[in-house]
């Protein structure tokens, strides 16, 4: 099992900038496999759940949704099993509930979010233009 608590978030007008953190615990957590992610997704009322950044734990390899690339940079700290999202230049459209997630185990594209087993309760970003 995996556990994941977020934090971060809050409201800045458009331009502005936030930072998000999540920190995984748990046994389900390996950080020694080459197919441990961590990432981010978001959801916009009334819309799907979509994918922000995710990066590999084991060589820090990092992917990034067309969106925020250029204004978003995700990375780990390996000592305390956090991956942080430094959102830059932020737009209205970036406003949502995001959302950590990790994937220990499941086979897939790391843009997918049915990849991913485990999920935090979501931390609030909105954006005001």
């Known amino acids: 099992q995996v556990e994941l608590v977020e934090s971060g978030g809050g409201m800045v007008q458009a331009g502005g900038s936030l930072r998000l953190s999540c920190t995984a615990s748990?046994?389900?957590?390996?950080?020694?496999?080459?197919?441990?992610?961590m990432g981010w997704f978001r959801q916009a009322p009334g819309k799907e759940r979509e994918f922000v950044s995710a990066?590999?734990?084991?060589?820090?390899?990092?992917y990034y949704a067309d969106s925020v690339k250029g204004r978003f940079t995700i990375s780990r700290d390996s000592a305390k099993n956090t991956a942080t999202l430094q959102m830059n230049s932020l737009k209205s459209e970036d406003t949502g509930v995001y959302y950590c997630?990790?994937?220990?185990?499941?086979?897939?594209?790391?843009?997918?979010?049915?990849?991913?087993?485990?999920w935090g309760q979501g931390t609030q970003v909105t954006v005001s233009s």
């Open positions: 748990g046994r389900g957590f390996i950080t020694a496999a080459g197919k441990t992610l």
């Open positions: 997630a990790v994937r220990s185990h499941r086979f897939g594209s790391e843009y997918d979010a049915s990849v991913y087993e485990y």
């Open positions: 990066t590999r734990w084991t060589n820090e390899l990092t």
